[in-house]
């Protein structure tokens, strides 16, 4: 357990963060754009890492701005950078300029949803990337976006279960509107803690919001590769449920197999992130 409190991103970052150590295993990703999720794509044996306890926070996104985040290129990938400086957003289902270059999330200043220990929202994936770039130049550590087998390993552990807390739905682990509960906001990233944890004891994976993860979900699909403007995936669910007409109803987006493809420049407020730390100790 050493080498995960002797992480300089524990002093970096606000309070909540901790690290979450995720052993080895196997995850099996199928393919959720078949509603009856029953399509295999493919086996991923998950190397051990660490993945944060809860979603990256408005005041732990807030460092990287004070750092000078949105004005340092080489944090940023190409396709982001290029975005950034035109000021090019993917909102509404397509793309749209908001005149100015980026200098902070979509709804940095909108009260509802800026709370400190509140989940950060209105991140591109470009954004959440860049973060975690700048997050592993200063602290020396190999910080990243899980990959979607890295985020699905630590929500199911080796029970495979269906949500982070076990195998049946209970709407009062996690913030959503199924089950004619009412949802409008974002919850703080603790709210649910000892509710619906994972198994290895990770919080709000499932509601609340979408997750970015490093993989992607267009081109050449599964692959991690950084560049590019390809769609990417998300995993968690958020708080507004959509019913589907399967045998899962409304839950099937909290389920910890279930992924969704989002346009990587694409800013709401329903997606956030969370970083995960190789094994390997410095970046």
């Known amino acids: ?69 949105y004005q340092n290129k ?51 994936w470009y954004e959440a990337f860049a973060f975690c770039r700048w997050l592993s130049a200063f602290s020396g550590e190999n910080i990243t976006l899980p990959t979607e087998p890295q985020w699905q390993r630590a929500a199911e552990g080796d029970e495979k279960r269906i949500y982070p807390w076990g195998n049946d739905w209970d709407s009062s682990r996690c913030n959503n509107t199924c089950d004619g509960q009412e949802s409008v906001q974002t919850t703080p990233v603790r709210q649910y803690e000892g509710k619906g944890d994972s198994p290895f004891g990770v919080v709000d994976m499932a509601g609340n919001i979408r997750e970015w993860c490093l993989t992607k979900s267009s081109g050449i699909r599964g692959s991690n590769a950084v560049g590019g403007a390809d769609d990417r995936i998300t995993r968690g669910g958020d708080r507004e449920c959509v019913p589907f007409k399967n045998e899962y109803g409304p839950t099937r987006f909290f389920r910890n197999d279930c992924q969704n493809g989002m346009t990587a420049s694409a800013c709401d407020e329903y997606t956030g992130f969370r970083i995960v730390r190789s094994w390997s100790a410095t970046a």
């Open 1 to 69: 357990m050493s080498f995960l409190h002797e992480s300089k991103v524990l002093s970096m970052l606000p309070k909540p963060f901790e690290w979450c150590e995720i052993s080895e295993g196997d995850v099996k990703i199928i393919d959720s754009t078949d509603e009856t999720l029953s399509v295999f794509r493919q086996q991923v044996l998950v190397e051990r890492f660490a993945i944060a306890k809860y979603p990256i926070t408005n005041a732990q996104y807030a460092t990287f701005i004070k750092a000078g985040g």
């Open 74 to 124: 080489q944090w940023w990938t190409r396709e982001g950078w290029k975005l950034l400086r035109q000021g090019l957003r993917w909102l509404n289902h397509r793309p749209e300029a908001t005149v100015k270059a980026w200098v902070e999330p979509l709804f940095w200043q909108d009260g509802r949803w800026n709370g400190a220990d509140y989940p950060v929202v209105g991140v591109s």
